[in-house]
C-alpha cells in the first residue's frame, strides 16, 4: 500500500523531524510505497492532506502530535483516506487512545499491519475535531503551550502549560444546549470529548467511545484556582468527576453561546471563535488502529 507521510519538524523540539530517519528506515525494510513531506507553516498540513487525498493516496500518516493530527485530520475526514499517527508531538492523545506504541519505529512497524476502523468524529462550523473542542481554561493552555518554550518535553510541558495559566482562572457565562438540555451557568472550561483522554494523558472521559455516535461532554462550573489546583491530579486518574462542580454530560449535538468572543480548541490548535455548533459524525474518520479493541478509544 502507498503512504504520504506528513511530517511537522517542529514537533516537540525538533522530535518531529528527528523521527524521519528511523520512520524510513522501517517503512523501506516492509517495502512499502511513501513519500515523505516536511510542513512548512501553521495550517500546511491541512493542504498537504487534502491534496493527497485528490491524488488517490490511500493512506496518510501524521507524525508529529495532536495539532499535527488536527491539521491532517482537517483534509482525511470524510474521506476514503484512512489516517496513520506516528506519536512524535507533546500530547499525542489520540495516537495513545488508537493503540499506538510511543517508540518510533514500533510505532513505524504497528502501522504498517494495523487493520482500518471507522471511528466517530466532531464536526464544528469551523473544522473536524478528532480528540476535543475546548473553550475557557482549555484554550488558554494549550495557546501557552503552544507559543511558550519549556524545558520540559511531552506531556510534561502540556502540564508546565496548565499550571502556568492558573492565575488567569475565570468563569465565563454560556449557554449551552445539548440535545434537549439547555445548561445555562458560568464556566470555567468545556471539554467536548471524541476519546477518553486529552492534554497528555488526562483522563477527562474515563468512559468516552468513538463508537458510541455521542460526545462526552466535561463541563467545570466556576472554581477557585486552589479548589482547581487540587482537584486537576485526580484527572490523571479519572476521578475529577466526583467534584460537585464537574459535570459530564453525552450527547449527539452541542452549541454554545457566549456573552463574549471566545477562542476555541481544537485537539492541539487554537482557532476560530465562539459560537460552538458542532455534531458527531458517526464513523466519519477512518483511521489505522493497532488497538484489539476501540471502546475506549
Known amino acids: 500500500m502507498a503512504y504520504k507521510i506528513i511530517v511537522n519538524p517542529w514537533a516537540d523540539k525538533g522530535r518531529g523531524k528527528a523521527s524521519v530517519d528511523a520512520i524510513v528506515e522501517e517503512f523501506t525494510a516492509h517495502g512499502a510505497e511513501f513519500h515523505v513531506e516536511y510542513t512548512q507553516r501553521p495550517g500546511h498540513a491541512a493542504d498537504v492532506a487534502r491534496l493527497a487525498v485528490y491524488e488517490g493516496w490511500p493512506y496518510v500518516v501524521a507524525v508529529g502530535g495532536d495539532g499535527t493530527m488536527g491539521e491532517v485530520l482537517q483534509g482525511v475526514a470524510g474521506t476514503d483516506t484512512a489516517l496513520g499517527i506516528i506519536p512524535a508531538g507533546t500530547g499525542n492523545d489520540l495516537a495513545m487512545a488508537l493503540g499506538m ?30 480528540i476535543i473542542l475546548g473553550l475557557a481554561y482549555a484554550t488558554d493552555a494549550m495557546r501557552y503551550v503552544n507559543t511558550h518554550s519549556s524545558i520540559f518535553r511531552g506531556p510534561l510541558h502540556i502540564l508546565a502549560g496548565i499550571l502556568s495559566v492558573l492565575q488567569c482562572l475565570r468563569a465565563y457565562e454560556m449557554e449551552i444546549v445539548m440535545d434537549n438540555e439547555i445548561i445555562r451557568d458560568k464556566f470555567s472550561a468545556v471539554f467536548i470529548m471524541n476519546i477518553y483522554r486529552t492534554g497528555g494523558g488526562l483522563l477527562l472521559a474515563p468512559e468516552a467511545s468513538v463508537t458510541d455516535g455521542l460526545f462526552d461532554v466535561v463541563l467545570v462550573r466556576e472554581l477557585s484556582k486552589i479548589d482547581f489546583l487540587f482537584t486537576l491530579p485526580k484527572a490523571y486518574k479519572g476521578r475529577h468527576l466526583s467534584h460537585p462542580r464537574v459535570s459530564i454530560h453525552r450527547t449527539r449535538s452541542i452549541r454554545i453561546t457566549t456573552h463574549e468572543r471566545m477562542e476555541k480548541l481544537f485537539d492541539g490548535n487554537v482557532h476560530g471563535c465562539t459560537p460552538v455548533d458542532a455534531c458527531v459524525v458517526p464513523g466519519g474518520l477512518r483511521v489505522l488502529s493497532p488497538a484489539k479493541g476501540v471502546a475506549r478509544c
Open 101 to 130: 506504541p510511543k517508540d518510533l519505529r514500533a510505532a513505524a512497524r504497528a502501522l504498517l499491519t494495523a487493520p482500518t476502523i471507522q471511528m466517530d468524529v466532531g464536526r464544528d462550523v469551523e473544522g473536524y475535531f478528532g
